[in-house]
């Protein structure tokens, strides 16, 4: 079975932590994503990578950092968290650019 | 980034057939058309895409209009596992294509 993990299902941070998602893949998949999904707003895609050490910022990067040093990982960082960084982070991998997305569970962050 | 519109939210009754709308005026002639559905607590999964043709598969069938400017997800008989957020992405057409989600349509179903 294909497998997207995400390290953390819930987290609660404060107000300037630095807070790290971690997400693996197992498919050998070239590219991964990070979104946050809020209500009323859908997902948002925050930066994607094609390719180990690349990267592409999405819709809404501001306040968001990544790091692909391994294929398999893909890390979404908050250098320094703010309340309205509150939400459902889900993770994603594909094949190519026409394949199939697949999700992780999703970590649902709160900063206080 | 070409952009779709869905409704906000559609009933549906359990074992009929279900037809969600998605627009797509602005679609380039390299964009697939993809849906993804999210259960309540889960992730989104996929669902079907296509380009030009219409597509089935175990889940359901995509209807593609021949201008490509509408697509029209199909669930033959709604079950009440159906009942999620349904998600009509446009991307995929080429190199460092990414898929951008909206709100998508939320669909309900009455047993």
């Known amino acids: 079975d294909v497998k997207v993990t995400q390290s953390s299902r819930y987290l609660v941070k404060r107000t300037g932590e630095k807070v790290f998602l971690e997400c693996v893949q197992d498919?050998?998949?070239?590219?991964m994503f990070w979104y946050r999904q809020d209500p009323g707003l859908g997902l948002r895609l925050i930066y994607f990578s094609y390719d180990v050490k690349m990267k592409e910022k999405g819709d809404i990067p501001e306040g968001y950092s990544v790091s692909r040093e391994k294929k398999e990982r893909f890390s979404l960082i908050l250098e320094s968290a703010s309340t309205n960084q509150t939400s459902m982070y889900l993770c994603?991998?594909?094949?190519?650019?026409?394949?199939?997305?697949?999700f992780g569970e999703g970590s649902r962050l709160t900063v206080l | 980034d070409a952009k779709t519109t869905q409704p906000n939210s559609m009933e549906s009754n359990e074992e009929e057939p279900v037809h969600l709308p998605c627009n797509h005026s602005?679609?380039?002639?390299?964009?697939?058309i993809h849906w993804y559905r999210q259960l309540p607590s889960q992730g989104p999964e996929y669902v079907i895409h296509g380009l030009t043709s219409n597509v089935n598969n175990r889940m359901a069938s995509l209807a593609i209009a021949e201008d490509r400017k509408s697509s029209t997800l199909i669930l033959h008989r709604a079950t009440l596992r159906d009942a999620a957020v349904y998600y009509c992405i446009l991307g995929g057409g080429g190199a460092n294509s990414k898929l951008t989600f909206g709100k998508g349509i939320t669909l309900s179903v009455r047993p």
């Open positions: 602005t679609i380039s002639g390299t964009d697939y």
């Open positions: 498919m050998d998949h070239e590219n």
């Open positions: 994603a991998s594909s094949f190519g650019w026409t394949g199939e997305l697949f």
